[in-house]
């Protein structure tokens, strides 16, 4: 079956850094998505990774491991604009398909 | 431009109305994608076209019918939806080859009476 599983709420200090886990089993694999979505908002893309490793944007970095199934996404100097919901998605090669998490809500404290 | 644009923004309508649901894009991508997203839920996906040609269809029923009448237009036909269908209706687009990096369109906020 298809499964992708990230926590449903973290909650995070202003200036701090967070990490959200995301695991996955999925009929073939492609490359796994992170987006972020504020409240009544669209997606907006974050990163695609293909290959095992760190990518780092800027004050966003996604890791993946595709032998364990497993992401994350980091997000550092974290800031007030950072309360979100961030998805974790796989594109499968099997059926050509993205399946996304249910997503986590993370809240930024001052 | 990187922009995904759509209208309308909201859209009020009766079960037994007919809409339609307009997406544009210029950047050249020649993939485009519709998805519905319900609140606090993930998006789900619906269509998508490759070069203008309906590549996958997840089993969504035929009150929605997705039409792409070049390769910067993506429209979705609405007709005789139900309530349970009021959602976000999002369009996105990417190149064609792996999906990556695709780009949302701000959605259309769908209410069915």
């Known amino acids: 079956g298809q499964n992708i599983d990230q926590p449903t709420e973290m909650t995070a200090t202003e200036g701090a850094i967070v990490q959200i886990n995301c695991t996955y089993q999925?009929?073939?694999?492609?490359?796994l998505f992170w987006y972020q979505q504020h409240a009544g908002e669209a997606p907006t893309f974050l990163s695609y990774?293909?290959?095992?490793g760190l990518e780092e944007k800027g004050r966003f970095s996604s890791f993946l491991s595709r032998s364990k199934g497993y992401s994350y996404l980091l997000l550092k100097e974290l800031q007030m604009k950072d309360s979100a919901s961030y998805l974790c998605?796989?594109?499968?090669?099997?059926?050509?398909?993205?399946?996304f998490g249910k997503g986590t809500r993370l809240h930024i404290l001052p | 431009d990187t922009e995904v644009t759509q209208t309308p923004k909201h859209l009020v309508m009766g079960m037994t109305n007919k809409k339609s649901l307009k997406c544009e894009q210029h950047?050249?991508?020649?993939?485009m994608y519709w998805y519905k997203q319900k609140a606090k839920k993930p998006p789900e996906l619906m269509f998508v076209?490759?070069?203008?040609?309906?590549?996958i269809n997840e089993s969504v029923p035929s009150r929605f019918s997705p039409e792409c009448p070049n390769s910067s237009l993506l429209n979705l036909h609405l007709h005789a939806l139900q309530p349970e269908d009021s959602a976000l209706y999002l369009c996105?687009?990417?190149?064609?080859?792996?999906?990556?990096?695709?780009?949302f369109g701000p959605g259309t906020r769908l209410t069915v009476l």
């Open positions: 996105a687009s990417s190149l064609p080859t792996s999906w990556d990096t695709q780009y």
């Open positions: 999925t009929s073939g694999f492609n490359g």
């Open positions: 990774n293909v290959l095992d």
């Open positions: 998605a796989v594109f499968t090669n099997r059926d050509d398909k993205i399946i």
């Open positions: 950047m050249g991508h020649r993939a």
């Open positions: 076209y490759s070069y203008e040609k309906l590549s």
